[in-house]
């Protein structure tokens, strides 16, 4: 699913070719994205920390869940976009997740799920050029995603309404996807991120993020084959923000089984805390991340 000789052309090329768009594109464009992009942008009232919602207590009940898919599309780049979401009253915060190379966000049901029946809206759309099953793949594309995530963030705030709370957003990814995510932070930084996961991740280049400092929660196997253990170290090795490292010793590119559950646990309470601003699921993180002994867990939030 995930090709590792992709990934080694992400990052010789992508590299290059990120930092030739820089300079050459729209200021409201991370990267190489098309001037399209809704993405929200710092400004004066930026807070300098985007700390976690007012103390509160996240939802304690198992929602059930409603799934649909929107055909969204920035300019003529198509994201038909799944959609998880709690019945219920809400508002509810927004995760946006963003897909590996060569796979799709039905791929992650198993993580998506879990956090959806805790509470969160999860809006997951395929990208154009790098999804399972796209008719023209191209992992450079990478560097145009984090501009089309910003743009479904604004859709589906306006699609769901009062479902959404618009105050509390945050973005997630695998892979491909953690290099999304960590673009979302980065450049033209998405001012309305609260928090964010990087799943087996890494940047295309080394640059600091921008932007308020926000709560990251990173996950890693040191087993990985396809993104290295010490290229997403050093991230969050670099990163001044809060931040949290999951790591497994013995894990690789794709989590599943126990290790899956535990970074399903660890994460829905991460968010339950930066988003509910729930301490006491704060509290909860380390032992959920020491479950059956797979992985440790360095805790600097």
Partial sequence: MHRRTLIKTLVAAGAAASASACSAQPASTPTTGSPTTSAAKPSATTPTTATPSAAATAPSRTFALKTSQVAFARGDRPLPTTIWRPTGDGPFPLILFSHGLTARPRDYAAMITTWAKAGFVVAAPAYPFTAGGVSEFNPLDVVNQPADASYVITQVVKRLGDTVDAERIAAAGHSAGGITTLGMFSGDRDARLRAGLVLAGRQIIATPLTGAATPLLFVHGK??????????????????????????????????????????????????????????AKSRLTKDAAEDNLATFTNRL
């Fill in 223 to 280: 087993l990985d084959n396809t993104i290295a253990y010490a290229d997403g170290r050093s991230v969050f090795d670099a990163l001044k923000w809060p931040k949290a490292f999951l790591t497994f010793p013995r894990g690789g590119h794709v989590a599943s089984g126990r290790s899956l559950d535990v970074i399903s646990a660890t994460s829905r309470d991460f968010w339950r805390w930066s988003l509910y601003g729930d301490r006491s």
